[in-house]
């Protein structure tokens, strides 16, 4: 997450120098902004004004939501999670690199990445206020889930277009309804 810090020093470098000092980070890596530019007294008497700067040192929100994760991914008795940061336009792809044994961080039909994906989504979009979308995969689950919804649309799609009966799947949630009406459409006699 994005930390903030505002300071007044005699000139614009020394507070520079005090926040990097107060976040604990070289003056590169934070972003300044200068509110008030220093004002000389009068006759050296009288009047004048510190500089006021302000500034933020953390990232994007594609950082902020890797760092959330691994925090949780730890805490969940993952030891030192690998993940991947790919990003493209307003989305980031978290990829968790180290696949033994995480099947508990997926779950049940991915419930558990789902959760994760929606809580890291909600630290990323903190950032910025603005929305910024957030996908997290484990070994290439969420493309082999899609691959078993395709099938499986296409199973009963089929067997519906066949004997003229309807047919209920399990709840889904928003993204796996998606790919189903859309591999039914594709079956001609069947609609979903």
């Known amino acids: 997450m994005a930390r903030e810090l505002t300071m007044k020093a005699a000139t614009v470098e020394e507070a520079k120098a005090k926040i990097a000092e ?4 070289p003056i590169e890596d934070i972003t300044f902004e200068v509110i008030t530019m220093p004002q000389k007294k009068t006759l050296g008497l009288f009047g004048g004004a510190d500089a006021e700067v302000r500034g ?3 990232g994007t929100p594609a950082d902020a939501a890797k760092a959330f994760l691994e925090k949780v991914l730890v805490n969940m008795g993952v030891p030192a999670p690998e993940i991947t940061v790919k990003e493209e336009n307003e989305t980031c792809v978290l990829c968790i690199e180290k696949s033994d044994d995480l099947g508990f961080v997926i779950g049940r039909r991915g419930e558990t990445l789902d959760a994760l994906q929606y809580l890291t ?6 950032v910025d206020n603005s929305y910024y ?3 997290i995969d484990i070994g290439n689950y969420r493309e082999k889930r899609e691959q078993t919804l395709i099938a499986l649309a296409q199973k009963i799609g089929g067997q519906a277009a066949k004997t003229g009966r309807k047919t209920s ?3 889904m949630n928003p993204y796996e309804r998606r790919i189903i009406h859309t591999a039914v459409q594709e079956i001609e006699g069947a609609t979903s």
């Open 22 to 25: 107060a976040l604990g980070a």
């Open 56 to 58: 933020v040192l953390g």
């Open 121 to 126: 989504g909600l630290v990323a979009n903190r």
């Open 133 to 135: 979308r957030i996908n």
């Open 169 to 171: 799947l399990e709840p």
